[in-house]
C-alpha cells in the first residue's frame, strides 16, 4: 500500500496546499492573505487538522493560481485504487 492510500483525504489535500504554495515561494501569511483567510486556518489545512469547505478550497487554489482539478491531478491527492 502505498503511503498515499495510509493518509486522509484532509492530509493529502493539506500536502497539495503545501506543495504548490511551497512552489510559489509564498509564506502562510501570504497566502492567507490572497485567500482571505487567517494564517492560522491554513496550517491548520496544511497540516490535515481542517476540512475545508468548496469555498474554502477555492479561495485557496484561486490564490495559488491553479484549479482544483491540476491541484489533486499534480501534487498527489488522488489515491490508485
Do not use: C, W
Not at 25 to 32: G, I, P, R, V
Not at 34 to 60: C, D, F, Q, V
Request: net charge negative.
Amino acid at each position: 500500500m502505498s503511503q498515499n492510500n495510509q493518509l486522509s483525504i484532509k492530509q493529502r489535500f493539506g500536502k497539495a496546499i503545501r506543495r504548490r504554495r511551497r512552489e510559489l515561494d509564498l509564506s502562510q501569511e501570504e497566502l492567507a492573505e490572497r485567500a482571505e483567510l487567517h494564517r492560522t486556518y491554513i496550517s491548520n489545512i496544511e497540516r490535515g487538522e481542517l476540512n475545508p469547505s468548496l469555498e474554502t478550497m477555492e479561495k485557496l487554489v484561486k490564490a495559488l493560481d491553479i484549479t482544483v482539478s491540476a491541484l489533486f491531478a499534480n501534487y498527489g491527492i488522488e489515491v490508485d485504487e
